[in-house]
């Protein structure tokens, strides 16, 4: 059984960072992991993700340069460190796993995920 838990959201300001965090149980090690999010009355949208091992990564084009996906396997935990927030930003923030160790082609597309979170809330104000 796999369970994710966000944590870290929050209030922020325009410029501001914020890091976000999920908490894994069960063997996510070899699993792609992601992040997406949620504005009110918007479809979810693609974040960023992750391999397995860390050694590869993307981005939505809205956050590239500004966001960094990471993950720590022993603590089986993953990272969404967000800088540069602006108020566009502001959603609620899903963690989800897929079962592929690496990449595949919808890799940006929720169906490609089984397993989520409940998401945590960010809140960018101007």
């Known amino acids: 059984q796999i369970k994710l838990v966000e944590s870290g959201g929050g209030l922020a300001q325009a410029g501001g960072s914020l890091r976000l965090s999920c908490l894994a149980s069960?063997?996510?090690?070899?699993?792609?992991m992601a992040w997406f999010r949620q504005a009110p009355g918007k479809d979810r949208e693609f974040v960023a993700a992750?391999?397995?091992?860390?050694?590869?990564?993307r981005y939505a084009d809205s956050v590239k340069g500004r966001f960094t996906i990471s993950r720590d396997n022993a603590k089986i935990t993953v990272y969404l460190q967000m800088s540069s927030l602006k108020p566009e930003d502001t959603a609620v923030y899903y963690c989800a796993a897929s079962q592929s160790a690496y990449f595949s082609a919808d890799y940006n597309r929720d169906q490609n995920y089984i397993y989520w979170g409940q998401g945590t809330q960010v809140t960018v104000s101007s």
């Open positions: 992750i391999t397995w091992s860390g050694a590869y990564t």
């Open positions: 069960g063997r996510v090690r070899y699993y792609t």
